[in-house]
T-cell receptor, first 111, second 114 residues
Framework: SQQGEEDPQALSIQEGENATMNCSYK?????LQWYRQNSGRGLVHLIL?????REKHSGRLRVTLDTSKKSSSLLITASRAADTASYFC???????????FGTGTRLTVIP | NAGVTQTPKFQVLKTGQSMTLQCAQD?????MYWYRQDPGMGLRLIYYSASEGTTDKGEVPNGYNVSRLNKREFSLRLESAAPSQTSVYFCASSEWAATNQPQHFGDGTRLSIL
């Protein structure tokens, strides 16, 4: 399976702290994407990083990609209670029509 | 903006019954997807349609069929439901499949098979 794995499976932090979650994958990729899923809802796209990029920012989000280690990290700075959700990485290999999703990290931000 | 709409939101079936899950998108996207989400497994692709008139198997297609009715609609059918198909089903769409375009998801159908 090309499915990625997120680490940790669950993370609980205080509001205002930073949250870091990691994703490892198995095959060479074209791009890696991060999605958020609130309880009972569908996934929402957060950010995409291409294989030739090493770091990308979007608001309070910072994503890094290390293709030599086949890993990525998502950093959420100054977390808010509204950031409480599950976060998934998804990879797309070159020429593939579909994404492969990881197993997710459940983030709880305590007010 | 409706985005991706799935119906029904909840359904309980008995083993052996059949049903069709409906999905429609209003973003003029070419590609559509069906996933299932099980605890601890992440999302797994069942079938996808890269463009109108085409469908292809994903990672877990057994026990399912799909129809790309038109550019907007992509349905998933369980011909003879089994308890192992109890899951949350998500439909998604993207502008094109083999690109860097993100996927847009519906809110899911929660299906229980007794």
């Amino acid at each position: 399976s090309q499915q990625g794995e997120e680490d940790p499976q669950a993370l609980s932090i205080q509001e205002g702290e930073n949250a870091t979650m990691n994703c490892s994958y198995k095959t060479s990729i074209n791009n890696l994407q991060w999605y958020r899923q609130n309880s009972g809802r569908g996934l929402v796209h957060l950010i995409l990083i291409r294989s030739n990029e090493r770091e990308k920012h979007s608001g309070r989000l910072r994503v890094t990609l290390d293709t030599s280690k086949k890993s990525s990290s998502l950093l959420i700075t100054a977390s808010r209670a509204a950031d409480t959700a599950s976060y998934f990485c998804a990879t797309r290999t070159t020429g593939a029509n579909n994404l492969f999703f990881g197993t997710g990290t459940r983030l709880t931000v305590i007010p | 903006n409706a985005g991706v709409t799935q119906t029904p939101k909840f359904q309980v079936l008995k083993t052996g019954q059949s049903m069709t899950l409906q999905c429609a998108q209003d973003m003029n996207h070419n590609s559509m997807y069906w996933y299932r989400q099980d605890p601890g497994m992440g999302l797994r692709l069942i079938y996808y349609s890269a463009s109108e008139g085409t469908t292809d198997k994903g990672e877990v297609p057994n026990g399912y069929n799909v129809s790309r009715l038109n550019k907007r609609e992509f349905s998933l059918r369980l011909e003879s439901a089994a308890p192992s198909q109890t899951s949350v089903y998500f439909c998604a769409s993207s502008e094109w499949a083999a690109t860097n375009q993100p996927q847009h998801f519906g809110d899911g159908t929660r299906l229980s098979i007794l």
